[in-house]
């Protein structure tokens, strides 16, 4: 079993940058997938962006593309979101989670059974 723990919100101003991580525990991280997801207040939990485990495949959800980046670091059992050009509507909590496989059909957070504590990240405009 993984367990994960996210961190590198916080509070920033429109436009800015953050870089979250994930690190997990367990020797058979580097052999899952991972996500990263989001859930704003009072809306549901949705998928932002995947990486496959070796790293060479990546996926991003439309409203994120071109200022979401997504990486993994095997060495350090970390999964990395870097975000860009923050807006008011990035406002959320972000959790990781692994998968067993990568895929290019949609992530559904349904799918997941365990998260996280999450990161918050709030956007000031």
């Known amino acids: 079993q993984v367990h994960l723990v996210e961190s590198g919100g916080g509070l920033v101003q429109a436009g800015g940058s953050l870089r979250l991580s994930c690190v997990a525990s367990?020797?058979?991280?580097?052999?899952?997938?991972m996500g990263w997801f989001r859930q704003a207040p009072g809306k549901e939990r949705e998928f932002v962006a995947a990486?496959?485990?070796?790293?060479?495949?990546?996926l991003y959800a439309d409203s994120v593309k071109g200022r979401f980046t997504i990486s993994r670091d095997k060495a350090k059992n970390a999964v990395y979101l870097q975000i860009d050009s923050l807006k008011p509507e990035d406002t959320a909590a972000y959790y990781c989670?692994?998968?067993?496989?990568?895929?290019?059909?949609?992530?559904?957070?349904?799918?997941?059974?365990?998260w996280g504590q999450g990161t918050q990240v709030t956007v000031s405009s």
């Open positions: 367990g020797r058979t991280f580097s052999s899952y997938a």
């Open positions: 990486i496959s485990s070796s790293g060479s495949s990546t």
């Open positions: 989670a692994p998968r067993a496989y990568y895929s290019t059909a949609p992530w559904r957070p349904a799918d997941f059974g365990s």
